[in-house]
């Protein structure tokens, strides 16, 4: 299972390269002409990456030690940037922290906008769609400058809905379903009465490899996992692909499409854990500098696998504490400061590789509930009202009166 484990985070890795470590995006007019890429910079690209194996080493430290697993970093980085549009104070600090972004929002969003629009136009061969949304409560009543942030920079389509019929949660999982190609059908049970708003990512790729594996070359080959010996269907090839051998494990570098995505299968020595905690950015980096192309064996389990994981544990490992708590400040999604807090941080995913390529998918749900510090009632008196003025002992009203106009 540990082999099966590395193949499983070398797609994050090519993921991963394609959102964190692939610095471009594209203009569509230019695109068939020349297929030339214009950057996006380099620090962004370099703190994503950042973001990315922090994420995945926390999340594997709190996950089964014999279960598989497959995320995406660039799904939750979008989804907590949604949010962070919509934090203030602490709470916003410790997302731009974790994020590694810039506070500067009109910056960062900036280059949200073009990582969304641009990276999925990368390679015509390939298929990679982003797609955002805010689900609220049609009853609450949602900052339309927040809305209006999501929809600009994120081409986040905004749904005011009856969250009390059970039809919304149809709605909300047929969504998630449309933009991963039936991948996840499934995100949400039910909608609790705390529960206002949901912001959701949808992460789609689909990629034929540039060199496909023969079906004549599969065959039934032992799988020595953590949990004992599994007959598997081993894809195998002998091309020339990009591999290097670096202290602890070799790599392998496979193309889809053009080869704008690739995925980085990363073998152990060793353990899985022992090859993940020497992955940072600085060895990314060198990895990718010292792959050359070689001719290669290469064999490569065929397998699917769906996964559903709880993120906010792993996000307060990360230093998000306070969206969590009743003292989040979520005032630019409603006011005031210590109304909204983040329920529940949850990714559902989806790999499949085959001879052919590899589909991917990944929805990123986000809940925001009502805080458990009293909803106040709010007294503005900014329209024509009344006031009395009284002596308490006696109860005696001295004056009344009744400001209709000033």
């Not at 298929?127 to 409560?137: D, E, G, H, L, Q």
């Not at 053009?258 to 990363?266: C, E, L, Q, S």
């Not at 950015?281 to 050359?292: F, V």
Request: glycine share 6%; aromatic share 8%; charged share 25%.
């Amino acid at each position: 299972m540990k082999t099966l484990k590395i193949a499983i985070i070398a797609i994050v890795c090519s993921l991963a390269a394609a959102s964190c470590d692939n610095k471009n995006t594209v203009d569509p007019n230019t695109l068939k002409a020349n297929n030339e890429l214009k950057a996006i910079p380099a620090a962004f690209a370099d703190q994503t990456s950042e973001f990315a194996f922090d994420f995945w080493k926390k999340h594997n430290a709190i996950e089964e030690a014999d279960k598989s697993y497959f995320v995406s970093p660039l799904s939750l980085h979008i989804a907590l940037g949604m949010l962070l549009n919509g934090a203030d104070t602490q709470t916003k600090e410790e997302i731009q922290k974790a994020l590694r972004v810039s506070g500067d929002m009109a910056t960062t969003n900036g280059i949200y906008k073009d990582l969304i629009d641009n990276l999925p136009l990368s390679d015509p061969k390939v298929k990679n769609t982003i797609a955002n949304s805010v689900w609220y409560r049609n009853t609450f009543k949602v900052e339309q400058s927040y809305l209006d942030n999501l929809k600009n920079y994120f081409n986040a389509n905004a749904f005011g809905e009856n969250f009390d019929d059970k039809a919304t949660v149809g709605k909300i999982n047929n969504w998630a379903s449309d933009n991963t190609n039936g991948k996840i059908k499934k995100v949400l049970d039910e909608i609790k009465e705390d529960q206002v708003l949901f912001l959701m990512n949808a992460l789609y790729f689909k990629g034929d490899w540039k060199t496909q594996f023969k079906e004549a070359d599969t065959r039934n080959e032992d799988f020595t996992g953590t949990k004992g010996v599994k007959s598997v269907k081993m894809m195998n090839m002998t091309e020339n692909v990009k591999y290097a051998k670096r202290e602890g494990y070799q790599a392998v570098e496979l193309p889809y499409g053009d080869g704008n995505y690739v995925m980085t299968v990363i073998l152990p020595e060793k353990s899985t854990d022992a090859a993940l905690a020497s992955l940072s950015t600085g060895e990314w980096q060198a990895l990718n500098g010292a792959l050359k192309e070689q001719k290669v064996i290469v064999g490569l389990p065929k397998f699917t696998l769906e996964y559903e994981a709880d993120l906010k544990k792993v996000l307060t490992e990360m230093g998000i504490n306070a969206a969590f708590s009743d003292a989040a400040d979520l005032s630019k999604i409603a006011s005031p400061a210590g109304r909204l807090k983040v329920g529940m941080v949850k990714q559902n995913t989806y790999v499949g590789i085959d001879e052919k390529g590899t589909e991917a998918a990944a929805v990123t749900t986000i809940g925001v509930v009502l805080t458990s510090v009293p909803n106040y009632p709010q007294v503005v008196c900014n329209r024509p009202f009344l006031f009395v003025i009284s002596e308490k002992q006696s109860n005696t009203i001295l004056f009344a009166g009744k400001i209709a106009n000033l």
